[in-house]
């Protein structure tokens, strides 16, 4: 008995699997599977992690055709199996070949994070010896959350109450990305340069007299007065002192300029009935 059927066969369902039977003469049955083209959905991928980094991968496969299959990707490596990995930022195309040489083609693309920039801006001490320094650090690029690990221990994005020095820190992103940057917090102020204590360094005993030091505008001045009492100009660059008996007389100052930094200490030693002289 001979059947006809449509040659071609049109209209067929892409997700079945067609036979061709029949009889010839007397031969036994016989089978012919008709393959369509296979289909490849490279949708199973991951970027690479940093800047620069190549560790990305890509993995494809066909829906239909039939198997084996053979892949080969245009990376530099030239891949041939269903994933391909240690790829950096870019576009790849694989190309799938099933056992009949049917052969099918898909592109996708990897992108990477932006680079992991850091810019920290300093606060500098007040003063020499002081500890109110800061580091404000802002992080942009790579993939938040970050975490930071800074040279003196702390794990803050910014710091405070530092003293003068070099100060660095190490940040990282999510995906194990870091970057590096540093800083030195200097002091704004030496403090102030107080000049030398100017007055008698010879009297007589229970004499009064005027000691001085340079002016400077926001400065307050504190005395102290061995061998005498100090009658006037309390925190001013000027004092009146009334010395005692015959002994050596020991006057002192020390400046504080208007930001609150302190300056080195100023002596005079005075003779009563003798010779003096400036330190």
Avoid: R
């Avoid at 052969?103 to 001490?125: C, G, K, R, W």
């Amino acid at each position: 008995t001979t059947t006809s059927v449509p040659n071609p066969i049109s209209d067929l369902d892409p997700m079945t699997h067609y036979y061709v039977t029949g009889i010839e003469f007397d031969q036994a049955d016989f089978s012919i599977d008709v393959p369509l083209t296979c289909n490849v959905v490279p949708t199973v991928s991951s970027n690479p992690t940093c800047k620069d980094s190549c560790d990305g991968w890509a993995y494809a496969y066909p829906l239909l055709g039939i198997p084996p299959f053979t892949y080969q990707w245009d990376d530099t490596l030239g891949q041939t199996n269903d994933t391909a990995a240690g790829l950096c930022a870019g576009t790849y195309t694989v190309m799938i070949i099933d056992s009949i040489i049917d052969t099918v083609y898909a592109s996708f693309m990897l992108t990477e994070p932006a680079v992991m920039l850091l810019n920290i801006a300093a606060t500098d001490i007040s003063c020499i010896g002081g500890s109110d320094g800061a580091a404000n650090l802002t992080v942009t690029g790579g993939s938040p959350p970050y975490s930071y690990l800074w040279s003196n221990g702390n794990t803050t994005e910014d710091i405070s109450g530092l003293l003068a020095g070099n100060y660095s820190v190490i940040v990282q992103d999510i995906n194990g990305c870091t970057a590096f940057d540093s800083i030195t917090i200097s002091a704004q102020s030496a403090g102030p340069q107080t000049g030398a204590i100017i007055g008698p360094i010879n009297v007589n005993e229970f004499a009064i007299e005027n000691y001085s030091v340079a002016f400077h505008l926001g400065s307050i001045y504190n005395w102290s007065v061995n061998g005498g009492n100090q009658l006037s100009g309390v925190q001013t660059n000027i004092i009146a002192v009334q010395w005692g008996t015959t002994a050596t007389g020991v006057l002192t100052v020390v400046e504080t300029d208007s930001t609150g930094c302190i300056g080195d200490t100023v002596k005079l030693i005075v003779n009563i009935g003798g010779a003096g002289i400036n330190e």
